[in-house]
């Protein structure tokens, strides 16, 4: 009886040591569950409303650019301008010494890829000149002679165009401009023609609507500062027909701009959608549009401009999303475009760090807008009919805050516009839907 007992109790003790173990367990997965639970949706909130910083951008925004000492630039007077047709892109696997051989080896050599350190000095008389990072000149070119590039705020010369990579860091110090990755500085770009307008520069002023624009949604301007733009839209089915034409050394093309944006002139950081003829300024005919996207900067008072690496994989039905954010995160600004969809392309971001530029990037008066843009009709271009066009645009999913996070949409309704001086909605078949804040359509 006493063993019987005795093994009764051991039993009924371990019975009662495994119970408390599983209810140790049990509680231990339920704080963990909880903790999950808690934590998946302040992580889909971040992901549908900001945009974080990577590490090294964190770093890049608190680098000290007063700091900065540029070289000696070492000009070649006897160097031939070359004619530009083509944007210029950063590229690591460029060296200074390749381009040397192309300017010496031919008389008009097609350059369009500089090295990483690369600095850019445009002048007060249209002459742009790019020099490796020691300050060694690697060519000129001819700002009036250059092709013109298709840009969201009209048509400008290649030479002020440049492509760098993606999460790139900005600092706008006015009439200088500095580009980092990854800590790294990769292009210099100084500016004479801030101060005096550069007559070669064709992008339109804040008082008139660009030729490209063909119908948007804009809010009236809110006074009070902005913190953040957000809108899906999805890729539309793509134009009919595509046409290019050279003439000279000037290229045009049937390319299409979609963006929402937070506009006030001078400067801009943009969430680009472009139907766009890829290395079309490289190739004389290209065959291969598509859909590509990027986030532009438009530098001071339209002087220059900045976009992100391009990126293709982009399909029509796809969801895009346009976010744009300021003074968060240690930045003036941040933007980024990113493809929703099933076969997304992923998504491209530029970073604009504080500064001491003389105008900073404005956080008041500015107007919420999402906009279609096509080719510039007062080109050759300009018989072009609807079949040039994509489908329709439906804009939806709109957040419009500001800094302290209030909801503005309530307060700042958007209304719908056709440039009709050069987009008549009859012959080009446009229409408007607007169910604000629901959604927009620009229909085609």
């Known amino acids: 009886m006493c063993r019987s007992h005795a093994r009764e109790r051991s039993v009924s003790k371990n019975r009662g040591n495994d119970t408390m173990k599983t209810l140790k367990v049990s509680i231990i997965l339920l704080v963990f569950l909880l903790a999950a639970m808690m934590m998946v949706p302040m992580v889909s909130a971040i992901e549908q409303s900001t945009v974080i910083a990577s590490p090294n951008q964190t770093n890049a925004s608190t680098i000290d650019v007063s700091k900065i000492q540029l070289p000696q630039l070492i000009y070649d007077k006897n160097q031939t301008p070359i004619v530009m047709n083509d944007e210029m892109s950063l590229d690591p696997n460029i060296q ?27 002048s007060i008389d249209g002459i742009t000149t790019v020099f490796d990072s020691t300050g060694k000149q690697l060519f000129t070119a001819d700002d009036s002679k250059a092709g013109l590039v298709s840009t969201f705020k009209g048509r400008v010369p290649a030479t002020h165009v440049q492509e760098v990579p993606d999460k790139s860091v900005i600092y706008d110090m006015g009439n200088v401009l500095y ?72 290229y045009y093309d049937s390319s299409l701009e979609i963006w929402n944006g937070l506009e006030n002139d001078p400067s801009l950081l943009q969430p680009v959608l472009e139907w766009y003829m890829k290395d079309g300024y490289q190739i004389p005919s290209p065959s291969t549009p598509q859909w590509t996207m990027a986030t532009w900067y438009v530098w001071g008072s339209g002087n220059s401009f900045i976009h992100s690496t391009r990126t293709s994989g982009i399909y029509s039905g796809d969801q895009m999303q346009g976010n744009i954010q300021l003074n968060t995160l240690g930045y003036d600004g941040i933007a980024s475009i990113t493809d929703l969809g099933n076969q997304g392309g992923g998504s491209s971001t530029l970073f604009l760090a504080k500064s001491s530029a003389p105008i900073r990037m404005p956080t008041t008066n500015l107007q919420a807008e999402i906009v279609l843009e096509g080719w510039d009709p007062t080109t050759p271009l300009g ?35 056709y440039n009709t001086n050069y987009w008549n909605p009859s012959t080009y078949g446009l229409s408007i839907s607007n169910l604000w804040p629901t959604s927009i359509t620009l229909g085609t």
Not at 203 to 210: D, N
Not at 224 to 246: D, E, H, M, R, Y
């Open 179 to 250: 580009v980092f990755s990854n800590n790294m500085l990769i292009l210099t770009v100084t500016d004479d023609s801030i101060s005096g307008k550069n007559s070669a520069l064709t992008a339109s002023s804040s008082s008139t609507i660009s030729p490209q624009w063909i119908e948007w949604g804009s809010t009236n301007a809110i006074p009070t500062a902005v913190g953040q733009f957000i809108s899906q839209w999805n890729v539309p089915t793509k134009p009919t027909l595509t046409k290019s034409l050279v003439i000279g050394s000037v």
């Open 383 to 417: 018989g072009l009919n609807s079949q040039y066009l994509c489908g329709p645009i439906t804009f939806q999913s709109f957040v419009l805050k500001d800094s302290n996070g209030n909801n503005l949409i309530s307060n700042y309704p958007m209304s719908g516009y």
């Open 96 to 122: 200074s010494t390749q381009i040397a051989r192309m300017v010496e080896g031919a008389s008009n050599p097609a350059i369009s890829k500089i090295p990483f350190g690369a600095i850019i000095h445009h």
